[in-house]
């Protein structure tokens, strides 16, 4: 057993693997000291990873000034430096990375690449105390139904195509909906969500424990152009549609591992409709249902650290050398001695 | 329950996420009926929707089987508002209990038959998509029946044949280790002897495949 740090080890987490620029503070117990962040908004259509990559460099100094005065700790007091390694959008990751190496070397301490999924869930537990769930982790690059088995995160069931998230952005672009800060795609079209009444049949795409959304997502489009109903009624009967499969392939996991626990994280998580469909599965399987609060939902610097910190209290880093970016690592290649330590 | 049940003699056999099998009495015939009940989470519309699907679905796919020469319970009623499908008991028994049971030579062609009836499957664009040795019935005459059929599909891609064979094998390694390997070996020899060597040979190669993308990797029987 690598040696116990004391409590006043802080780690720096670094998070760029999309949209978002994060860093964070965390202390080795496990305390989020500040979590700073600044997305990229584009004018118009989905992320342009170049683009993206720019922002990300340009706001990257403001962030992470804004994350150590937050927590009120000095970089000299920085004992690790944990960076989001993939899987993301290659542009983006690169820049994360650049500033993690840079400080890593400057402050002379070690630096631990981390898996953005593996964040996920890990963050996910730390919030909810939960201590082997299943996860159900939803964002807008990401589907995954997993649980912990044999040393790694084992994927259950994923998307086959587009993730969750982003059937919702692109319908919700494609039907002319605007997103705001503080309101993204997706809350706008869980408001809306609301009001709808009429349930339009959309195709269910559910592929053994697998999903598919993109046929989901080309229909909802079609539904609402021929006048099939009011948007408020295709946001409606497209969340439904959706959660609906998510929540089935959910339920299929954890009746065949009998986890105590279900996990809802990622940035859809946030969806209040999402949260009560899987707690009724929850429920009916005598599984504690746990959803990752709000402010750690999406893409952040915290769940970086958290799990920067984990990795390295079971002896793992990465040195400068071989901290390359790996832009599709998969969730089950990483191995998490950390989770049997317990 | 309509249609003349007798409901003294109802036992759930296996209580699955999607649906749950009974073992009942149908007009005096020992007969499964498989019930896919409601989903408290889905909205009533959506949810009679899927469940009048998949009860559609699944004997029609099940009768696709039985032209392509593969044997599958002989299906007595379909009803498709309740979501109900009472097929016969098929008495044997699972291959799962069998496989390690039985002499070498038997085992083999047993294998050999599994592989044939799979390769027929294939062939004929149906992917079972759950093949366990438990949804196989051996029967006192030596026929093996195919069972389950709850997530099957068609299709004549790579793919999913792959994975279909993928799961075989995953299961002969954690259920039937001792001899799993020789097992795997006569199910793709009977499988050739459906398909052909060319496409056995894709089919491998895919298997292969799918073992080193490393996923799938968890158990799931």
């Given at each position: 057993m690598p040696k116990k740090k004391p409590s006043h080890s802080y780690c720096l987490g670094i998070e760029s693997t999309a949209d978002d620029f994060g860093a964070a503070v965390v202390s080795f117990d496990g305390k989020v000291l500040s979590n700073a962040n600044d997305a990229y908004l584009p004018k118009e259509g989905g992320i342009h990873p170049r683009e993206a990559a720019r922002h990300h460099a340009e706001v990257s100094e403001k962030v992470l000034a804004e994350a150590f005065e937050t927590a009120s700790v000095k970089p000299r007091e920085i004992s690790l430096v944990a960076f989001s390694q993939g899987p993301g959008l290659g542009p983006c990751l690169r820049t994360g990375a650049t500033a993690a190496r840079a400080?890593?070397?400057?402050?002379?301490?070690?630096?631990?690449?981390?898996?953005?999924?593996?964040?996920?869930?890990?963050?996910?537990?730390?919030?909810?105390?939960?201590?082997?769930?299943?996860?159900?982790?939803?964002?807008?690059?990401?589907?995954?139904?997993?649980?912990?088995?044999?040393?790694?995160y084992r994927i259950f069931g994923e998307t086959l195509d587009i993730a969750m998230g982003n059937c919702l952005d692109v319908f919700a672009r494609a039907v002319g909906l605007q997103q705001r800060k503080g309101a993204p795609f997706g809350a706008v079209v869980e408001e809306l969500a609301r009001k709808g009444k009429k349930f339009v049949s959309l195709p269910y795409t559910v592929k053994g424990m697998d999903l598919s959304f993109s046929g989901l997502h080309t229909a909802a489009v079609n539904a609402f152009e021929s006048n099939k109903g009011t948007v408020e009624d295709?946001?409606?009967?497209?969340?439904?549609?959706?959660?609906?499969?998510?929540?089935?392939?959910?339920?299929?996991?954890?009746?065949?591992?009998?986890?105590?626990?279900?996990?809802?994280?990622?940035?859809?998580?946030?969806?209040?409709?999402?949260?009560?469909?899987?707690?009724?599965?929850?429920?009916?399987?005598?599984?504690?249902?746990?959803?990752?609060?709000?402010?750690?939902?999406?893409?952040?610097?915290?769940?970086?650290?958290?799990?920067?910190?984990?990795?390295?209290?079971?002896?793992?880093?990465?040195?400068?050398?071989?901290?390359?970016?790996?832009?599709?690592?998969?969730?089950?290649?990483?191995?998490?001695?950390?989770?049997?330590?317990? | 329950m309509r249609l003349g049940w007798r409901q003294n003699s109802v036992v759930l056999i296996k209580k699955g996420a999607e649906?749950?099998?009974?073992?009942?009495?149908?007009?005096?015939?020992?007969?499964?009926?498989?019930?896919?009940?409601?989903?408290?989470?889905?909205?009533?519309?959506?949810?009679?929707?899927?469940?009048?699907?998949?009860?559609?679905?699944?004997?029609?796919?099940?009768?696709?089987?039985?032209?392509?020469?593969?044997?599958?319970?002989?299906?007595?009623?379909?009803?498709?508002?309740?979501?109900?499908?009472?097929?016969?008991?098929?008495?044997?028994?699972?291959?799962?209990?069998?496989?390690?049971?039985?002499?070498?030579?038997?085992?083999?062609?047993?294998?050999?038959?599994?592989?044939?009836?799979?390769?027929?499957?294939?062939?004929?664009?149906?992917?079972?998509?759950?093949?366990?040795?438990?949804?196989?019935?051996?029967?006192?005459?030596?026929?093996?029946?195919?069972?389950?059929?709850?997530?099957?599909?068609?299709?004549?891609?790579?793919?999913?044949?792959?994975?279909?064979?993928?799961?075989?094998?995953?299961?002969?390694?954690?259920?039937?280790?001792?001899?799993?390997?020789?097992?795997?070996?006569?199910?793709?020899?009977?499988y050739a002897e459906s398909v052909g060597e060319k496409e056995t040979k894709q089919v491998t190669a895919k298997i292969r495949e799918i073992e080193k993308r490393g996923r799938y990797v968890a158990d799931r029987e």
């Open positions: 400080l890593a070397s400057y402050l002379a301490v070690p630096l631990v690449g981390v898996n953005h999924c593996v964040g996920h869930i890990e963050i996910g537990k730390l919030a909810t105390g939960a201590v082997d769930p299943v996860t159900l982790y939803v964002s807008g690059g990401n589907t995954i139904v997993s649980a912990f088995e044999a040393g790694k295709i946001c409606y009967s497209l969340q439904e549609v959706a959660f609906s499969m998510l929540t089935e392939v959910t339920e299929r996991a954890l009746a065949h591992t009998q986890k105590p626990e279900v996990l809802l994280t990622g940035g859809v998580a946030a969806n209040k409709k999402l949260q009560s469909m899987l707690k009724v599965v929850a429920d009916e399987h005598g599984a504690r249902f746990c959803v990752v609060p709000l402010k750690l939902a999406a893409d952040n610097g915290a769940m970086i650290a958290w799990a920067g910190i984990l990795a390295y209290n079971s002896g793992i880093s990465t040195p400068i050398e071989k901290s390359f970016v790996n832009v599709k690592w998969r969730l089950e290649e990483v191995y998490a001695p950390w989770v049997e330590a317990k | 649906a749950s099998l009974y073992l009942e009495t149908w007009h005096d015939r020992k007969v499964i009926m498989k019930r896919r009940l409601p989903k408290k989470y889905r909205i009533p519309e959506l949810d009679n929707m899927i469940r009048s699907q998949r009860t559609t679905h699944e004997p029609h796919i099940m009768h696709k089987a039985k032209e392509a020469g593969v044997p599958t319970p002989t299906i007595l009623m379909v009803d498709v508002a309740d979501a109900n499908i009472v097929m016969e008991f098929v008495e044997g028994k699972q291959v799962k209990e069998v496989l390690d049971a039985v002499s070498k030579e038997e085992r083999l062609s047993l294998c050999r038959l599994i592989g044939k009836m799979i390769g027929r499957l294939h062939k004929n664009g149906i992917i079972h998509g759950d093949l366990t040795t438990s949804n196989m019935i051996l029967t006192p005459y030596g026929k093996v029946v195919f069972v389950d059929f709850g997530l099957s599909e068609r299709s004549v891609e790579l793919e999913p044949k792959g994975v279909d064979l993928h799961l075989m094998k995953r299961t002969l390694n954690s259920t039937h280790y001792k001899h799993a390997k020789e097992c795997f070996k006569a199910i793709m020899d009977g």
